[in-house]
Every structure is written in structure tokens, then in C-alpha cells.
């Protein structure tokens, strides 16, 4: 079978929402993990485009432990920097489409307004850094089809993620301090898998432009608002997650981003994150039931 859409990063949390995604809309999709392609190998990448001949790949493939890269910044940058660089690599010379996870990291995170998907990047960790490098090595290989999709805050029912941590303190604690001091967009990584799959079918056909999209939530809350979310959602008192400030090391302050740019594609800008998360929240409990039920 060929054709069809090569989802890299197949078994970790937003990968497997893409696949399950296509799978449901009928689109051919070869879902590849770690075990079955290594960005990082130029070898296995060709040999995988070989095999699948794919029209369209979303890298969901990433390093991902930000405290990590500071120790790790080589290690980090040959899975965000230099995997990215062999897809795009590989891409050029076949015509294919390629949509590109990034993050908000590649910004400083002083921002007082928005972040646009035309700002200057600025980042200010090692993380930030190697996801920047990726960046830039799709959009200078590919002029054409070459599509960087920053998100950020993201949480889903496959994988750990704040939301699902504060679904299980609920329970467990009777009160929470939870930082006031973070701002950003609260993202279902449901709503970013089908907002990849929006843009990659608009590709194909010709009407999405190539450079940066963003694809948060719209609005904005900190992680305490979350939180605070999070329990009126399942029926509990929100006062009892308590404002706190951020120590150590820490996510940027402020990590909102604009949706300008995906009216150029003929796409309409993403919900508002609580609608989202209330979409989201029942795959969430039955996740964590059948997580303290597997335990």
C-alpha cells in the first residue's frame, strides 16, 4: 500500500491520536515508533520512504524530557535537530509533505501578548534550542512543503500529563498548591492530532501555504486555572487547589500563541481550551479507571 500518511513517534501520546485519527477516516497510515524507524539513522529513514512511499509524514518523533536536554543537549538535538533534518532530507527529493511538531519553547517566554507564527524565536533551554534547530531544517529544505506545527501544554489520555496527575490528586489529597504564575494554552492533543490531519489533506490538495502554524487552544489560563478546571469538572471544590509560586526549573511564564495563520490555509482557529478539555475529559477518567485498575 502506498500513498498514505507516515506518522513518526506512533506510540507516544499525540502520534497515537493521529494515527487512531486517519485510521477512523479512512486514510491509509503506517504508524512507525521508535522500534520501526529511528529519525536519527539517514539509512532507516530512506528505507522506510521506500517501503511506505508515503505523500504525507507527521513527525510526532521527539525527545521530550525538557529538564533532560539541559544534561542531555547533544542527545536531544540529534533526535529534535537532526531527525527532523533527515525527513526533511528525504521529503525534498520525493515531493512529500511534511508536518513538523514543534513547541513553544523556541520562544523566550516574556511575552505580554501573544506570540504570532511570524515572531522572532528566542529560546532560552536546551530543549528550546534543539526544537528550534528541527524547525529550521524543515522550512529551509522544504520551501514548499514544509510545515513546523508548534503546540503546547499538551495532555491526553495516552501518556502522563498535568491533567491526568490532577484527576488522580483529586482523589488522593485535600488540598493542592498548583502554580499561578505559568500562562499558556491548555491543548488536547485529540485536537492537535485532527488539526494536523486538517492541514496535511489541505497540503496535498494545494491550499495550505508551507511555514509555521500554531495549534493550541484558544484562550488562556495558568497551570493553577487548569487545575482548578480540572476539579469542577469531577464534582469537586476548586478552592481547594491553592495558588503557588513557581520554583527551580520551569516551563517559560508566558506561553501563549497567536492562530493567525490558519486563515491562509482556509481553516477556521482552534476552540477555546475548556471546551476542549470537557470534550476531552471522559477518554481522561476512563484512562485513569483503567490505569488504577492495571495496578
Known amino acids: 500500500m502506498t500513498g498514505?500518511?507516515?506518522?513518526?513517534?506512533a506510540e507516544g501520546m499525540l502520534g497515537h491520536e493521529v494515527v487512531a485519527r486517519l485510521t477512523a477516516r479512512g486514510i491509509h497510515t503506517f504508524a512507525a515508533g521508535h522500534g520501526r524507524l529511528d529519525i536519527t539513522d539517514r539509512d532507516d529513514v530512506r528505507d522506510a520512504f521506500d517501503r511506505y512511499r508515503p505523500s504525507a509524514v507527521v513527525n510526532c518523533?521527539?525527545?521530550?524530557?525538557?529538564?533532560?536536554?539541559?544534561?542531555?543537549?547533544?542527545?536531544?538535538?540529534?533526535?529534535?535537530?537532526?531527525?527532523?533534518?533527515?525527513?526533511?532530507e528525504v521529503c525534498q527529493?520525493?515531493?512529500?509533505?511534511?508536518?513538523?511538531?514543534?513547541?513553544?519553547?523556541?520562544?523566550?517566554?516574556?511575552?505580554?501578548?501573544?506570540?504570532?507564527?511570524?515572531?522572532?524565536?528566542?529560546?532560552?533551554?536546551?530543549?528550546?534550542?534543539?526544537?528550534?534547530?528541527?524547525e529550521r531544517a524543515v522550512l529551509d529544505s522544504l520551501p514548499e512543503t514544509g510545515h513546523v506545527v508548534r503546540t503546547a501544554w499538551l495532555y491526553g489520555a495516552g501518556g502522563r500529563n498535568f491533567v491526568r496527575t490532577m484527576i488522580r490528586l483529586e482523589e488522593t489529597r485535600d488540598e493542592l498548591?498548583?502554580?499561578?504564575?505559568?500562562?499558556?494554552?491548555?491543548?488536547?492533543?485529540?485536537?492537535?492530532?485532527?488539526?494536523?490531519?486538517?492541514?496535511?489533506?489541505?497540503?496535498?490538495?494545494?491550499?495550505?501555504?508551507?511555514?509555521?502554524?500554531?495549534?493550541?487552544?484558544?484562550g488562556e489560563a495558568t497551570w493553577n486555572q487548569l487545575a482548578r478546571e480540572v476539579f469542577r469538572l469531577l464534582g469537586a471544590d476548586p478552592r481547594r487547589v491553592?495558588?503557588?509560586?513557581?520554583?527551580?526549573?520551569?516551563?517559560?511564564?508566558?506561553?501563549?500563541?497567536?492562530?493567525?495563520?490558519?486563515?491562509?490555509?482556509g481553516l477556521p482557529a482552534p476552540r477555546h481550551w475548556r471546551q476542549a478539555l470537557a470534550d476531552a475529559f471522559p477518554s481522561l477518567l476512563e484512562a485513569e479507571r483503567s490505569a488504577r485498575q492495571a495496578s
Open 4 to 9: 498514505g500518511w507516515l506518522v513518526t513517534g
Open 61 to 88: 518523533a521527539a525527545w521530550t524530557d525538557v529538564d533532560g536536554a539541559e544534561t542531555s543537549e547533544p542527545e536531544a538535538l540529534a533526535v529534535n535537530g537532526h531527525g527532523p533534518a533527515r525527513l526533511a
Open 93 to 134: 527529493g520525493r515531493g512529500t509533505v511534511l508536518l513538523h511538531v514543534s513547541t513553544d519553547y523556541v520562544f523566550p517566554g516574556d511575552g505580554t501578548r501573544p506570540y504570532t507564527e511570524t515572531d522572532a524565536p528566542g529560546p532560552r533551554t536546551a530543549y528550546g534550542r534543539t526544537k528550534l534547530a528541527g
Open 177 to 218: 498548591q498548583v502554580v499561578d504564575d505559568q500562562r499558556g494554552q491548555p491543548t488536547w492533543a485529540g485536537d492537535v492530532a485532527d488539526r494536523l490531519i486538517l492541514l496535511g489533506s489541505s497540503a496535498l490538495a494545494g491550499a495550505a501555504p508551507p511555514g509555521v502554524y500554531h495549534a493550541t487552544a484558544g
Open 242 to 265: 491553592r495558588p503557588c509560586r513557581t520554583t527551580g526549573l520551569a516551563r517559560p511564564a508566558y506561553s501563549v500563541l497567536g492562530h493567525a495563520r490558519w486563515a491562509a490555509a
